[in-house]
């Protein structure tokens, strides 16, 4: 779009991703930076509005915006920027007008979505729209996937540069220490199950974001009942996150055919301290996503998590918190390279930075004119080191073997 009224608009700011997001584009981004923070509680927004004021008098606050879900209304919401970043969750809930919206207005889009059913849903509803109208739209900017897409890139980008190889496969091994989870997200795993079950989580469909008959790399399905021993990356077991990190990045690899290969394949595990335990860790996290396709277990987590919009105190949680990802790429020709990405502090907290960044860096697209014929449904590493740079000036290590 030619000259919208804003940069950036932060759809769902009151809610508990929202406002840390609300609160790091405060803090960080430029004072010329027009935005303004949207959603459906007026009292909620003037709040945030107030708390954003004392986070950082020097600068002017954003401008508020009641917004609501109809279809008309969004059109004239999204109209008004260039780059919306959407935190209203459960998506398969409540988002599909928003990504319809921006994918027919032409409106650049960013989201936190970890629900790989119902991206795959907007892959395939509005990727040809978005395209024609040069909307460049980035599910699971957040945590899940940004820092494995990213990662994986660049070895990707590395092994090509080293040996003009394309990349076969990438193994990789995350660690994730969480100690407590916001009201939206908790809700957001039960909604997700309660609309889509457990199959998608219990055996994954690795291309689920790859056009059928079109499909790049024949992806690799790390649920099994045993465990995998890797010379570098020690004994390991099947990763729940895993499941929608390896969508993301399969999807990368359909859109980035020169960094890799046809039958590209990228498999996440967890970490085991041997054998035995990596056999009864898988165990149990089967067991665990079986009961939650109980409605009444379902019903009894909802009354322990946290109501939408509230979670625990993230600035004390970053004391204990922390994303660690070791990854090991190989080329056609055999030649290895390792990558790490490290975060240390709270996750809800890079998952917002994650996401505000990505907007970023849409939003310097757009002024440079940078977008042309890019749209559709992109992946995190569309925004290459662009992306990777701001994020390592932010305290996020990517670090890959020279």
């Known amino acids: 779009m030619s000259n919208p009224e804003f940069d950036i608009i932060l759809l769902g700011a009151t809610g508990y991703t929202g406002t840390i997001t609300a609160e790091h584009i405060t803090s960080n981004f430029p004072t010329t930076l027009k935005w303004a923070i949207a959603g459906r509680?007026?009292?909620?927004?003037?709040?945030?509005?107030?708390?954003?004021?004392?986070?950082?008098?020097?600068?002017?606050?954003?401008?508020?915006?009641?917004?609501?879900?109809?279809?008309?209304?969004?059109?004239?919401?999204?109209?008004?920027?260039?780059?919306?970043?959407?935190?209203?969750?459960?998506?398969?809930r409540y988002s599909e007008p928003i990504v319809k919206a921006c994918a027919d207005e032409g409106v650049h889009y960013v989201d936190f979505s970890t629900e790989t059913p119902w991206i795959a849903e907007m892959v395939a509803r509005y990727h040809d729209t978005a395209r024609s109208n040069n909307a460049i739209m980035i599910h699971a900017a957040s945590n899940s996937?940004?820092?494995?897409?990213?990662?994986?890139?660049?070895?990707?980008?590395?092994?090509?540069?080293?040996?003009?190889?394309?990349?076969?496969?990438?193994?990789?091994?995350?660690?994730?220490?969480?100690?407590?989870?916001?009201?939206?997200?908790?809700?957001?795993?039960?909604?997700?199950?309660?609309?889509?079950?457990?199959?998608?989580?219990?055996?994954?469909?690795?291309?689920?974001?790859?056009?059928?008959?079109?499909?790049?790399?024949?992806?690799?399905?790390?649920?099994?009942?045993?465990?995998?021993?890797?010379?570098?990356?020690?004994?390991?077991?099947?990763?729940?996150?895993?499941?929608?990190?390896?969508?993301?990045?399969?999807?990368?690899?359909?859109l980035q055919p020169s960094l890799y290969t046809k039958d590209f394949t990228y498999t996440e595990y967890n970490p085991a301290p041997h054998p035995f335990g990596a056999i009864v860790i898988t165990l149990l996290t089967k067991f665990m996503v079986l009961f939650l396709a109980l409605p009444p277990i379902r019903k009894l987590l909802s009354k322990l998590i946290y109501k939408p919009g509230h979670g625990p105190d993230w600035r004390e949680n970053a004391k204990s918190e922390s994303v660690v990802i070791d990854a090991v790429g190989e080329g056609v020709d055999g030649m290895r390279v390792k990558g790490k990405f490290v975060w240390t502090g709270a996750v809800v907290h890079v998952s917002a930075v994650l996401v505000a960044e990505a907007a970023a860096v849409l939003v310097e697209m757009g002024k440079r004119q940078e977008c042309e014929g890019m749209g559709g449904m992109q992946t995190p590493s569309f925004l290459g080191n662009e992306l990777v740079e701001r994020l390592r000036i932010l305290g996020c290590l990517f670090e890959i073997e020279k």
Do not use: C
């Open 145 to 254: 996937s940004a820092p494995p897409d990213l990662l994986a890139w660049l070895i990707a980008s590395k092994i090509r540069k080293k040996s003009r190889k394309a990349t076969k496969q990438i193994i990789a091994r995350g660690k994730l220490t969480m100690v407590g989870m916001g009201g939206g997200s908790a809700n957001t795993v039960l909604s997700s199950v309660q609309r889509y079950g457990v199959g998608w989580l219990l055996n994954p469909d690795p291309l689920s974001l790859v056009p059928q008959g079109n499909q790049h790399g024949k992806g690799s399905k790390s649920w099994t009942w045993g465990f995998r021993k890797h010379p570098e990356l020690g004994t390991l077991t099947p990763s729940l996150t895993g499941v929608s990190n390896t969508a993301v990045v399969q999807r990368s690899a359909y």
């Open 41 to 92: 509680s007026l009292t909620g927004l003037e709040t945030l509005e107030a708390q954003l004021k004392t986070l950082n008098p020097d600068r002017n606050p954003p401008v508020t915006i009641l917004a609501h879900l109809e279809k008309d209304e969004l059109h004239i919401l999204v109209r008004r920027t260039s780059v919306m970043i959407n935190s209203i969750g459960p998506y398969h």
